[in-house]
């Protein structure tokens, strides 16, 4: 058994151990939040009861009947009428009845494709009403059609309605869905090799695309096709391994649940596939981690892990935005301790979930936060700080290896008041301007003015007010600290408060800084709602220099 199956082995295990002792609700099901929640720790249960790797901590056979009897009621909720424009659908939320609750558009898009894998790999162990149960549903999605739409996007929908294409037309033997799957797949792949994925670092969606893709490939019996789809897993996992940082996600994130921000909490492929930390106790998105697996390419495997010297990772994304195609440019420096960036441009994404720029740190255990950014609080913003994502589009950016200049020159007509996350460490902290260390980074933190601090859970909350707020963040890591002298905070507060930035508020909001790293002086200028100008050196700053191409 290799490393990657013992963590696979690991996360079952978990997972199945949580559905065993869970009670069932008075329906029959774990959960009335979400449909999928069901069906994928029952896949778990089923999985670790049959599974003959090792001893489960429960009775095989009574696991094996109680993850029968979820995986019944889960299908039983599946739309059977051919008449509805539903047919084939499950219902999402599922609260206060399931029994009643509406067929949605989205549990059938990536579960319809793993219930196809899940009977592949485990039909010959289920029971027959079982079986016959997988057999009807798998049938009716195949007649729904939810897979039948043309690429227009290029998004995570359309990657599992191509995967679907493949998989259910191969085992309906539907030869012209093969090829139109087939066809889906190569133009996908052409298009994010020239212009990039448009859901740039989105989280969990892109699990999705990795989700589907590995699906089919390990379903498809024909190796033109397998080879096709290999080559699309070795894309997404290049691209994965890029912006990797110990099960953290580097750099912009163009969408993201609550649980990825300000900590990344969704990483289980990562865990399987890298390895490199510890697997969290708290895992909000279990999908099929621990069922489904492919290698990443050695090449991205070992840029992922074996991260000895600092990277500077730069690259364009073609996006359509409101009917515009706009070319973004992100931005990462990754070090083995921290990494920083963003997209040098805003842009308007779905339900405002973006995090324009960050810096990470490696994956942490107890809830502990290991993000570290500043923004204006936009649409969406819950007033709480529990959930701090929502930005508006009010910030001019800097971003040069290990710091991020940004200032929020704000308009009358929106909050006076910018948001900042700190992940939880050692901090002390001085008028205008906050000195820490979290696991092995020192971050030096310069505010434009006064702040006050707010203790969440797993991180603490800065509040700035001002219509003009600015911030400056440099970042060192524990053994560059080290080569120069430094062995503590005191130290290196003492040391980065000899070099604190100038703001400048006058007609042009203006900040300069000398990098204590790079010794390099950096300016960036905000002019009302005119934008802004960004200079290294004293150059504006170019994207030749940094040679950004496709991803």
Known sequence: ????????????????????????????????????????????????????????????????????????????????????????????????????????????????????????????????????????????????????????????????????????????KDQALIEDGRDCLRRTLELIRQEGMAEYGSLPWFWHWIQAFTCAFELAEHEELKAELAEMLDHLWTLRASLYLKGAWVGAHSRGWPHDAPKDANVLHDYVQFGDFKLPDEMPRTEYAGLLFRPAPERARSIAINRQQPAEVCSTIIKTVEGERRVLHSYAYITGQFAAGGLWERVKEFDNEQLRWLFSLPVRLDGLGNQLYFFHPGEGYDESGRDPRHQ????????????????????????????????????????????????????????????????????????????????????????????????????????????????????????????????????????????????IQGQPVSFDHYTYGAQ
């Open 1 to 172: 058994m290799n490393q990657h199956q013992k963590r696979m082995n690991e996360i079952v295990r978990s997972i199945a151990d949580k559905a065993w002792s869970k009670p069932l609700l008075d329906s029959g099901l774990w959960f009335h939040g979400d449909i999928r929640d069901n069906y994928y720790y029952a896949s778990y249960l089923f999985a670790a009861a049959v599974s003959p790797a090792e001893e489960p901590g429960f009775d095989r056979s009574e696991g094996k009947q109680l993850a029968e009897k979820v995986l019944h009621r889960v299908l039983e909720l599946q739309e059977k009428d051919q008449d509805s424009p539903m047919y084939g659908h499950w219902p999402l939320h599922l609260h206060p009845v399931p029994d009643q609750a509406p067929p949605h558009e989205l549990p059938v898009e990536l579960m319809g494709s793993l219930m196809v894998y899940f009977y592949h790999i485990y039909g010959q162990h289920m029971s027959r009403e079982l079986a016959e149960s997988f057999e009807a549903a798998l049938g009716n999605v195949y007649k729904g059609n939810f897979y039948r739409k043309p690429l227009e996007h290029y998004g995570h929908h359309e990657a599992k309605f191509t995967a679907a294409k493949l998989i259910f037309g191969q085992r309906y």
């Open 392 to 535: 508006s589009e009010w910030m001019e950016v800097l971003y040069h290896q290990n710091t991020v200049l940004a200032l929020y020159p704000l308009p009358d007509e929106v909050q006076a008041e910018v948001i900042g996350v700190l992940p939880e460490g050692e901090w002390l902290q001085e008028p205008e301007a906050l000195y820490g260390k979290a696991e092995e980074t020192y971050f030096a933190v310069y505010l434009s003015g006064s702040y006050e601090i707010r203790q969440q859970d797993g991180y603490r909350l800065v509040v700035c007010r001002g219509r003009r707020s600015g911030v400056v963040v440099e970042a060192i890591g524990e053994p560059q600290a080290k080569e120069r002298g430094i062995v503590h905070l005191k130290q290196f507060a003492s040391e980065m408060s000899l070099s604190k930035p100038r703001f400048i508020q006058g007609e042009e909001f203006r900040v300069d800084y000398t990098g204590m790293l790079t010794g390099e002086e950096l300016s960036l200028r905000a002019k009302g709602r005119s934008g802004a100008k960004a200079l």
